[in-house]
């Protein structure tokens, strides 16, 4: 059964303070990784789509990598306004796409 | 920048009654998606409409959901009969046929079942 799991469930950071968080999936056949963010009462904000081991994806403070069996959010130096919920999603070519529970951030001034 | 759209942004019902949410997905995109989110846990794929079909379709998506693009611009999630346990965040969801594999989300529908 294909499956998305993301770590930590939360993660309390400084702001300064850089961290990576975590999404590892078991899927066949792998058609595209996807990173959101998810404010609090809000859809999903898209940001990264990766599709094969080895990409990087940058945007301001965030950096996402894959590997064959997970994938990483990096962020680096991070602000109170990178707060909320970093969703990680994989696409496996039929026309279903499924998320994992999600890593809530709480970056601190 | 074009945004998909869902209206209303919240609904009250009682259970039992239907329900429709309605989206308004960007205009160039050709593949259309729901998902719903109970308070506190995952978002979770319900169903996706391509060529005025559904290409597939989730456990949840059982026989009181149905979906319809009664014209260019919309798209629709209908729940015939809700129940206590329909009460969560509904999320529409378009892609376009080129570029990346990636949907864009609409801001949600808060759907309340007493």
């Known amino acids: 059964e294909d499956q998305v799991t993301q770590s930590p469930e939360a993660l309390r950071l400084q702001e300064g303070e850089s961290s990576s968080l975590n999404c590892s999936y078991t899927v066949s056949g792998l058609r595209g990784l996807f990173w959101y963010r998810q404010d609090p009462g809000k859809g999903p904000e898209f940001l990264f789509t990766?599709?094969?081991a080895g990409e990087e994806k940058e945007k301001e403070r965030l950096k996402a990598t894959l590997t064959k069996k997970e994938s990483f959010l990096h962020i680096t130096a991070p602000k109170p306004e990178d707060s909320a919920t970093y969703l990680c999603?994989?696409?496996?070519?039929?026309?279903?796409?499924?998320f994992g529970a999600g890593t809530r951030l709480f970056v601190k001034a | 920048e074009p945004e998909v759209t869902q209206t209303p942004s919240h609904q009250v019902t009682q259970m039992g009654q239907e329900v429709i949410l309605r989206c308004v997905p960007i205009s160039n995109h050709l593949y259309f998606y729901w998902y719903r989110q109970i308070l506190g846990q995952k978002v979770e794929f319900l169903v996706s409409f391509y060529n005025n079909e559904i290409s597939e379709k989730s456990e949840i998506f059982d026989d009181q959901f149905s979906v319809e693009r009664p014209d260019g611009s919309n798209f629709t999630l209908k729940i015939r009969s809700t129940k206590l346990e329909d009460s969560a965040m509904y999320f529409c969801a378009s892609r376009g046929l080129r570029g990346g594999n990636e949907q864009f989300f609409g801001p949600g529908t808060r759907l309340t079942v007493l």
């Open positions: 990766l599709y094969s």
């Open positions: 999603a994989v696409y496996t070519g039929g026309f279903k796409t499924i």
